[in-house]
């Protein structure tokens, strides 16, 4: 049997779905225009009409009702207020879906759900048709002229600048130098370190035989 079959869960769970259809219901009051996947779309626009027909009645009751499922009181008075004007003379079908195509990636079917009344506003308006999330820059100020340099100050600083280099220049030079003195005088003590160390191998074998030879003796 079918019973309770005309539910769409979405793959969520009770409390999941409902906070997510809340969340989604109060950023389409918000933008007038959300994007979202197909089936989704289709189950808002029944949640979202049920609560623009709850702001067109205005009672406290509905105001209640309402409240239990917005939870931002600047988008429960734009229900109660410019939405319920909006849509006074009209009956029903206060929303529409439009599809966009599929998602690169799942190649999810991708739907555009909005309010029938809807018209883009014009760049610097103001009513929240901006993407959320997305701040919106201050305007750059206005860099400060920078002021007139003279000839004589520029040819300082290029004097000072010259001198800088040379000193630089001739410490880098003076490094050099002392570096090569450093490597001729490793150089030349090299032929003598290696003359002592052959003499010293010479004269530990004699030493050594001498040292037999006495042994020998004492025997």
């Given at each position: 049997?079918?019973?309770?079959r005309g539910i769409k869960r979405?793959?969520?769970?009770?409390?999941?779905?409902?906070?997510?259809?809340?969340?989604?219901?109060?950023?389409?009051?918000?933008?007038?225009?959300?994007?979202?996947?197909?089936?989704?779309?289709?189950?808002?626009?029944?949640?979202?009409?049920?609560?623009?027909?709850?702001?067109?009645?205005?009672?406290?009751?509905?105001?209640?009702?309402?409240?239990?499922?917005?939870?931002?009181?600047?988008?429960?008075?734009?229900?109660?207020?410019?939405?319920?004007?909006?849509?006074?003379?009209?009956?029903?079908?206060?929303?529409?879906?439009?599809?966009?195509?599929?998602?690169?990636?799942?190649?999810?079917?991708?739907?555009?759900?909005?309010?029938?009344?809807?018209?883009?506003?014009?760049?610097?308006?103001?009513?929240?048709?901006?993407?959320?999330?997305?701040?919106?820059?201050?305007?750059?100020?206005?860099?400060?002229?920078?002021?007139?340099?003279?000839?004589?100050?520029?040819?300082?600083?290029?004097?000072?600048?010259?001198?800088?280099?040379?000193?630089?220049?001739?410490?880098?030079?003076?490094?050099?130098?002392?570096?090569?003195?450093?490597?001729?005088?490793?150089?030349?003590?090299?032929?003598?370190?290696?003359?002592?160390?052959?003499?010293?191998?010479?004269?530990?074998?004699?030493?050594?035989?001498?040292?037999?030879?006495?042994?020998?003796?004492?025997?």
């Open positions: 049997m079918r019973h309770l979405l793959g969520r769970t009770s409390p999941h779905r409902i906070a997510m259809l809340r969340n989604m219901a109060t950023s389409l009051f918000r933008h007038e225009r959300i994007q979202t996947t197909a089936v989704k779309a289709k189950v808002l626009r029944s949640y979202a009409e049920k609560l623009i027909t709850l702001g067109k009645r205005g009672d406290l009751a509905s105001r209640r009702l309402a409240a239990r499922d917005v939870h931002d009181k600047e988008i429960l008075r734009k229900l109660f207020g410019d939405l319920a004007e909006r849509f006074r003379e009209r009956a029903g079908g206060y929303t529409r879906v439009l599809h966009m195509g599929y998602r690169h990636g799942d190649a999810a079917d991708m739907s555009l759900i909005e309010l029938v009344d809807y018209k883009p506003r014009a760049a610097g308006e103001a009513a929240g048709d901006e993407k959320p999330g997305k701040a919106v820059r201050p305007a750059k100020v206005a860099k400060a002229a920078k002021p007139e340099v003279s000839a004589e100050a520029k040819a300082d600083k290029a004097a000072a600048k010259a001198a800088a280099k040379s000193v630089k220049a001739a410490a880098k030079t003076e490094k050099a130098a002392a570096k090569t003195a450093k490597v001729k005088a490793k150089a030349d003590a090299k032929p003598a370190k290696v003359a002592a160390k052959a003499k010293g191998k010479v004269e530990k074998p004699a030493a050594k035989k001498k040292a037999s030879k006495e042994k020998t003796a004492e025997k």
